[in-house]
């Protein structure tokens, strides 16, 4: 089965600075998508960042980015010029290639300091 | 644009009491996905379906039960609530061929006393 960590439970950030949240996963597969989901007090789940696993490249989402290193399983997110709207719970999730659920990990609380 | 509707938004049910919760996926999505978010916890897979079978199973309890319909709507039911069962259940839907985009519902608080 796959896991998910986030070895971060909380992490803070001064208003127009950089964080980067870490996650790691475990997995025997090679094909394979990583996620970073958001979840504001709203509760509702948004949709940062995706990365396909067979992309060398990693991705990228305005301010948002993505650190993916396969063979380590890391994928980290960077969250560039930090705003207080991205103060959120944000969670990593794995899915497999042919399969659609979503493995999440435990989250990582963010607070933006302004 | 639509978004994934979830019905009620919140509910109070009593211990060994019943309850349906009610997932619309956006329009012409084919695949939803039934989840669970416990207090201070990550969201837990439950159960997927995809042009109305199940496609996918996760850590559902027997006394819960899912199904979809004909318009692609989907239902969870859930029989002799325990308090543990309280909780923040979220509702996901895709498109075949699009399925890295799976789009969340704004979840159903389910308060067992």
């Known amino acids: ?114 | 644009a639509a978004g994934v509707i979830q019905s009620p938004r919140h509910l109070i049910k009593e211990k060994r009491e019943t309850a349906t919760l009610k997932c619309y996926p956006i329009p012409r999505h084919d695949t939803v996905y039934w989840y669970q978010q416990g207090p201070g916890q990550d969201p837990q897979f439950l159960i997927s379906f995809y042009e109305k079978m199940q496609s996918d199973k996760g850590s559902i309890p027997d006394r819960f039960s899912a199904q979809q319909f004909s318009d692609y709507h989907s239902e969870l039911n859930m029989s002799s609530l325990e308090l543990g069962d309280s909780a923040l259940y979220f509702c996901a839907s895709s498109l075949t061929g699009q399925v890295l985009k799976q789009y969340f519902g704004p979840g159903t608080r389910l308060t067992v006393t």
Request: proline share 4%; net charge neutral.
């Open chain 1, 1 to 114: 089965a796959q896991t998910v960590t986030q070895s971060q439970p909380e992490m803070s950030v001064q208003e127009a600075e950089t964080v980067t949240l870490s996650c790691t996963y475990d997995t025997s597969e090679s094909d394979y998508y990583l996620f970073w989901y958001k979840q504001p007090p709203s509760r509702q789940m948004i949709l940062v960042i995706r990365q396909e696993a067979y992309k060398q490249q990693n991705a990228t989402e305005n301010r948002f980015s993505v650190n993916f290193q396969k063979a380590a399983k890391s994928f980290s997110l960077k969250i560039s010029d930090s705003q207080l709207g991205d103060a959120a719970m944000y969670f990593c999730a794995y899915r497999n290639f042919g399969n659609e659920k979503l493995t999440f990990g435990t989250g990582t609380r963010l607070t933006i300091i302004p």
